[in-house]
């Protein structure tokens, strides 16, 4: 069974509201919303417009993630990915849109740009001590488990 939750959105492009591909998609298409194309040459970001406004219920958040097809294809990444939209932001959903590639990559309005992954949280309540549970891998850290 799957989950489901209502959020509100007001949608002030003209592009369809963001949809499921596949009925097991994690993820809904993000769509560009510009007046005029956007270059974007190597090594460059572009904060990228989509028209979209959402309220998430308390608890919810919604992350924003890169394309893999744009990113294997074209070298299309999000960066501060996953971007995290609170349940408190009323702001336009914006996406931080950049080249890693070695060629300069045109954005067009209505381009399928990035993902949204609208997912539950939980709020974190600290407990302080002085010392913590032992566990087999301690504080071994990035790598401490070798390579083969």
Known sequence: MIDKVEVRIVNKSPN????????????????????????????????I??????????????QIRPRSGLAIKRGLTVLNSPGTIDADYRGEVCVILANMSNET?????????????????????????????DTDRGSGGFGHTGTK
């Open 16 to 47: 369809e509201l963001p949809f499921y591909s596949t009925i097991l998609s994690a993820g809904m298409d993000l769509r560009a919303w510009l007046k005029d194309s956007i270059e974007l040459k190597p090594m460059d970001r572009a904060l």
């Open 49 to 62: 417009p989509t028209g979209i406004y959402i309220e998430l219920p308390p608890g919810y958040e919604c």
């Open 105 to 133: 990559q045109i954005i067009e309005n209505g381009e399928r740009i990035c993902q949204m992954v609208v997912a539950k949280h939980s709020t974190v309540v600290w407990n302080q001590v002085e010392e913590l549970s």
